[in-house]
């Protein structure tokens, strides 16, 4: 049985309420998910899924409340031997340049942790839609195949 990890990067909110969403969608298709907003290596290394939902911060910055995990993550680099993940970023982009910044390099540091992208990253703007939980979820729907 899959145990999917939902690792939220969120600010003001948004992208854990996404998140929500999206395990009750998983649940909805029979799938087992856990959300975490404080995880750790451990939670990380025990999910057989991994899916990321993270705002973006500051000039292209994650969110204070991965901050810390993500450092992890590049200072020990515990290699995911292929595990898939996928990664939606939410953003904005009147900021421009560091439009999706966090998700662009959630993505990337999981990529050189070896995982295996099940899609491309999903960028969600806050120019775009007031209900960015109505396009990751269609998304995460696209890519229960790959979840089970
Ligand atoms: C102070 C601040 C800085 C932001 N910086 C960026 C940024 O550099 N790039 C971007 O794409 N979005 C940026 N955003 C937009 C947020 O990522 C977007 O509003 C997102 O939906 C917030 O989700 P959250 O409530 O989960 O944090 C910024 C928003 C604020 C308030």
């Known amino acids: 049985m899959s145990n999917i990890g939902i690792f939220v990067g969120s600010v003001y909110g948004n992208a854990q309420h996404v998140a929500e969403e999206v ?11 856990e959300v975490y907003n404080d995880p750790s290596i451990d939670d990380f290394q ?3 899924k991994v899916i990321f939902i993270s705002s973006t911060t500051g000039m292209g910055d994650i ?9 992890d993550l590049r200072d020990q680099m ?3 031997a ?4 996928a990664v939606a970023g939410l953003g904005d982009s ?16 999981l990529t050189e942790l070896q995982g295996n992208p ?7 703007d806050a120019c775009e839609t007031l209900e ?3 396009e990751v979820v269609t998304w995460v729907k696209s890519l229960v195949k790959y979840l089970a």
Do not use: R
């Open 23 to 33: 395990k009750a969608a998983l649940t909805d298709s029979g799938l087992v998910s």
């Open 63 to 71: 969110p204070p409340n991965l901050e810390f995990f993500i450092q």
């Open 46 to 48: 025990n999910a057989s």
């Open 82 to 85: 292929n595990k898939p993940f």
């Open 94 to 109: 009147s900021y421009g340049d560091t439009y999706c910044g966090a998700g662009n390099q959630i993505f990337t540091l």
């Open 132 to 134: 960015p939980e109505l």
């Open 78 to 80: 515990p290699l995911m």
């Open 118 to 124: 099940i899609a491309d990253l999903l960028e969600v």
